[in-house]
Nanobody, 122 residues
């Protein structure tokens, strides 16, 4: 069983910064892509940023130049540095990872964290 635990959310004023962390634990034999998604009230969940195991990154247009995704493979952890936050960034942020959970199988499973609230308001 694998768990993803997010931390770092909270309330911040417009223009401020937050750093989200997501640590994977449990029966892990490899992790491919990791990413952050968000879901605002009344909207669909959307991709914010993703990072491959080799380090290549992908960002939603709305966050390019403001957010930075990174990962520490030794710690099975992914981070999201969020700068110049805007009220429209308010959402629940979810961590996602493609995790290999068996030593005898090379299949990877999409795994989700429980979410952390980010609120940008003055």
């Amino acid at each position: 069983q694998v768990q993803l635990v997010e931390s770092g959310g909270g309330l911040v004023q417009p223009g401020g910064s937050l750093r989200l962390s997501c640590a994977a634990s449990g029966s892990i034999f490899g992790i491919n892509a990791m990413g952050w998604y968000r879901q605002a009230p009344g909207k669909q969940r959307e991709l914010v940023a993703s990072i491959a195991s080799g380090g290549s990154t992908n960002y939603a247009d709305a966050v390019k130049g403001r957010f930075t995704i990174s990962r520490d493979n030794a710690k099975n952890t992914v981070y999201l540095q969020m700068n110049s936050l805007k009220p429209e960034d308010t959402a629940v942020y979810y961590c996602n990872a493609d995790v290999r959970t068996s030593v005898v199988s090379f299949r990877y499973y999409a795994t989700w964290g429980q979410g952390t609230q980010v609120t940008v308001s003055s």
